[in-house]
């Protein structure tokens, strides 16, 4: 598609529940990220993906995150056991990868409340 | 590691006077840096970039930055704000593989 496309737009889950939040970065695009942004918190980096290989999970903020990517193309982030403090809206992003002056595009995010 | 310190949190302007919205990284090597806009439940629009070509870089909507980097600043202005300049601006860099490190935002407020 032309942009970066993100499912669900919003999601309001119990506490506890596992969610999965989808992105569909631009066509071509070899690098992917993917970002949180909290109130309070700013924007926290989570995840990098070059191809299907994650070279940088640094962000990740505890191990009931995980991502992965498929075909080069779709990824999914998924949430186990949510808790309250995972409330944020969760961003995606791509660039054609590679160097560090690309354009990275985001999408317009995935809002997610825990109740 | 590198950072960025956007210097206002907000910053109030009347429609037709310029914008001065401040930024200062920190990097250990030649940084790439980016202006990104975010209007109210809307997603990041990319303003402009620097990737250590011209030192002035214009980018949409009539905004441009300088960089400096005997200041390590990278400041966005732009000459005549419009209603539609209000929103949140977020200072960014970049390097190696393109881990960007986000400055706490400004946000922009235009009154008539």
């Known amino acids: 598609g032309a942009g970066v496309s993100q499912s669900p737009s919003n999601k309001v889950t119990e506490k506890g529940k596992d969610v999965e939040l989808r992105c569909d970065p631009i066509?071509?695009?070899?690098?992917l990220y993917w970002y949180r942004q909290s109130l309070g918190q700013g924007l926290e980096f989570l995840i990098y993906f070059q191809g299907n290989s994650a070279p940088d999970k640094s962000g990740l903020p505890s191990d009931r995150f995980s991502a992965e990517r498929t075909g080069g193309s779709v990824s999914t982030l998924t949430i186990q056991r949510t808790q309250q403090e995972d409330s944020a809206v969760y961003l995606c992003?791509?660039?054609?990868?590679?160097?560090?002056?690309?354009?990275?595009?985001f999408g317009e995010g995935s809002w997610l409340t825990v109740v | 590691a590198q950072s960025v310190t956007q210097l206002d949190s907000h910053v109030s302007v009347s429609e037709g006077t310029p914008v001065l919205l401040r930024c200062n990284y920190s990097s250990s090597y030649s940084p790439s840096l980016f202006w990104y806009v975010q209007h109210p439940n809307k997603g990041l629009q990319l303003l402009l970039k620097y990737t250590s070509a011209a030192t002035l870089v214009k980018g949409i909507n009539g905004f441009e930055a300088e960089f400096k980097k005997s200041e390590t600043s990278f400041h966005l202005t732009k000459p005549s704000a419009h209603m539609s300049d209000a929103a949140e601006y977020f200072c960014?860099?970049?390097?190696?593989?393109?881990?960007?490190?986000f400055g706490t935002g400004t946000r922009l407020l235009v009154s008539p």
């Open positions: 992003a791509s660039s054609p990868g590679g160097y560090s002056g690309n354009t990275i595009y």
């Open positions: 960014v860099v970049s390097e190696g593989f393109q881990k960007l490190v």
């Open positions: 066509s071509g695009h070899t690098a």
